[in-house]
């Protein structure tokens, strides 16, 4: 089992930053994949960042450029950086973990709100 906990969310002006951190219950070197996803009001959930078995990245284009993934491994613990936020940034953002599952991620955070205002 592996609990992801996300935190650092809350209203920003656009244009500005703002650092998601997800917290795991295991060490992040033991999960081969780790991304970050996002859920605006009355869309459907789409894939932000992800760290593929901590060798490559990969971004969607909406936030490429502007988001940043990372982890420490010492802290157990995975980061999106976004920075130039823009209103349509707004969303529910997901930690998501792929934990020795061959199906793709299988294991997700409750979720934590940021509002960009304009």
């Known amino acids: 089992q592996v609990k992801l906990v996300e935190s650092g969310g809350g209203v920003v002006q656009a244009g500005g930053s703002r650092r998601l951190s997800c917290a795991a219950s295991?060490?992040?070197?033991?999960?081969?994949?780790m991304a970050w996803y996002r859920q605006a009001p009355g869309k459907q959930r789409e894939l932000g960042a992800v760290?593929?078995?901590?060798?490559?990245?990969n971004y969607a284009d909406s936030v490429k450029g502007r988001f940043t993934i990372s982890g420490d491994i010492h802290k157990n613990t995975v980061y999106l950086q976004m920075n130039s936020l823009k209103p349509e940034d707004t969303a529910v953002y997901y930690c998501?973990?792929?934990?020795?599952?061959?199906?793709?991620?299988?294991?997700w955070g409750k979720g934590i709100l940021v509002t960009v205002s304009s």
């Open positions: 760290s593929l078995t901590h060798v490559s990245t």
């Open positions: 295991v060490s992040i070197f033991s999960i081969s994949d």
């Open positions: 998501a973990a792929n934990y020795n599952s061959a199906g793709g991620m299988n294991y």
